[in-house]
């Protein structure tokens, strides 16, 4: 059987155990067949990669000759031959239409550079409330301008939904270690760089949470880390030549102060609703009342504060003053 696969699909695998084989023939079995499926070997030790009971032409086993996840990515790059290059996890499910859905997608808007999907997160052990929220709100990410307006707020795609045109993925510079979140730090760039990212308004994969999870087992997923991100690219772009202010003058907006410093990037103050706070400094910088986010003097309000609710209170308050977010405001967290 020969083939020319549209779309190459990179699974880095590390110790996935019975998952594995789950994943691939969730791939195996999709309703658009012109694929590859390059399974990334990164020093698997469990027998799950040799284990794998699938015999298919379009399944290729490679070895990383590095270590981790961004060196077993861009293994499979190097040798990738789609148009389009997308991501797979060795403990995550694919629907059937995931692929026909998002080529799709891509074909129909020539604007789009990067897209994901909808997904489900799911456990054996069940899903709390905060991953409840925390799906509902990366679901409810569909359009580039939803995503554009509150991607310092967290990683807005999930990184195995992703399908990418390969020209825009290589003109970013592929995969890049800089001990924040890969994914994160690519969408980062995409975004910087005016690339559409969008989604396909489906839930198209099955997001298995386990302890063996990378975002819960590798230091660059740490809360620190995605605020080192978050401060790098906003000092590279939103925030240049504007007189930023943060709003939160807790721990979080402290974080986002320390960083933005360390890019660099200078920022008015802090605004906060504890009257003990307002009127002194924090980290050297006066601290104002909520008013003052609204004065003319202010170009930009950086949104930092972690409390459940507290950022649509916020929201409510800078949307009725007439600021829009995603220009005139970020939810920063």
């Known amino acids: 059987m020969s083939f020319f696969p549209l779309v190459s699909i990179l699974l880095p695998a590390k110790n996935c155990g019975p998952y594995l084989q789950e994943a691939v023939d969730s791939v195996v079995d999709q309703t658009y067949e012109h694929f590859e499926l390059i399974v990334i070997d990164d020093g698997t030790t469990d027998g799950s990669i040799e284990n794998l009971d699938t015999v298919d032409p379009r399944l290729r086993i490679i070895k990383n000759d590095g270590s981790g996840i961004i060196d077993s990515l861009n293994a499979g790059a190097d040798i990738a031959t789609g148009a389009f290059i997308a991501r797979m996890d060795g403990d995550d499910i694919c629907l059937p239409q995931r692929l026909d859905r998002q080529v ?11 897209v994901g999907a909808g997904v489900e997160i799911f456990s054996e052990d069940g899903i709390g409330r905060g991953y409840r929220l925390y799906e509902g709100w990366i679901n409810s990410l569909v359009t580039p301008e939803d995503i554009r307006r509150e991607i310092f707020v967290e990683s807005p795609l999930p990184h195995p939904s992703v ?13 890049r270690d800089m ?13 910087e760089a005016g690339v559409a990212m969008g989604k396909v308004d489906e839930k198209l994969i099955k997001w298995r949470d386990w302890p063996n999870r990378m975002s819960k087992t590798k230091p660059r997923y740490s809360r620190k880390n995605f605020m080192r991100a978050r401060a790098h690219f ?12 943060i709003w939160g003058a807790g721990k979080t907006g402290a974080l986002l102060a320390r960083f933005l410093r360390h890019e660099g990037a200078d920022f008015a103050g802090f ?16 601290v104002y ?19 459940r609710g507290a950022r649509d209170e916020i929201r409510d308050y800078l949307n009725s003053a ?11 967290i």
């Not at 799709?104 to 990067?114: A, F, P, S, V």
């Not at 906060?272 to 910088?285: C, T, W």
């Open 104 to 114: 799709t997608l891509l074909r129909d808007n020539r604007k789009l550079g990067i």
């Open 163 to 175: 399908m990418m045109r390969a020209e825009v993925f290589n003109k970013l510079g592929r995969y």
């Open 179 to 191: 001990g924040w979140p890969e994914d994160y730090d690519l969408w980062l760039r995409a975004f």
């Open 234 to 245: 906003l000092g590279r772009t939103v925030l240049k030549n504007r007189r930023a202010i």
């Open 271 to 286: 605004i906060d609703i504890n009257p003990r706070k307002i009127g002194k400094l924090k980290a050297g910088k006066p």
């Open 289 to 307: 009342p909520p008013a003052e986010a609204i004065t003319p003097d202010v170009e930009l309000v950086l949104v930092a504060v972690a409390a």
């Open 322 to 332: 007439g600021k829009k977010e995603g220009a005139d405001y970020y939810c920063v």
